[in-house]
């Protein structure tokens, strides 16, 4: 598959999927487009978390947010949630 111009948001099926398929309990996934010379695009990383467990989604979501704000150093104020089991009630 070509690389989008747009890229789109990985929904948490996706990683669903991959922990059910490969037998694990939490994924995390990190995406990112750059450009051809490997230069960040603005605003094209990603971060999905999924766990089975109330548990595991908690650990996964932890470990997402440390990955996010610790590690790749993103704004929280600039981050946009597309889905969040910690407020989606």
């Given at each position: 598959m070509d690389r989008i111009s747009n890229p789109l948001p990985i929904p948490v099926g996706a990683a669903k999927e991959i922990g059910e398929r490969y037998g694990y309990d939490q994924v995390?996934?990190?995406?990112?487009?750059?450009?051809?010379?490997?230069?960040?695009?603005?605003g094209c990383e990603h971060l999905t978390t999924?766990?089975?467990?109330?548990?595991?989604?908690?650990?996964?979501?932890?470990?997402?947010?440390?990955?996010?704000?610790?590690?790749?150093?993103?704004?929280?104020a600039s981050t946009t949630i597309h889905q969040d089991f910690r407020t989606d009630k």
């Open positions: 995390i996934i990190i995406a990112r487009a750059v450009t051809d010379d490997s230069k960040q695009l603005e999924w766990g089975r467990s109330t548990t595991d989604k908690t650990i996964a979501a932890a470990a997402g947010d440390h990955i996010k704000y610790g590690v790749m150093k993103w704004e929280k």
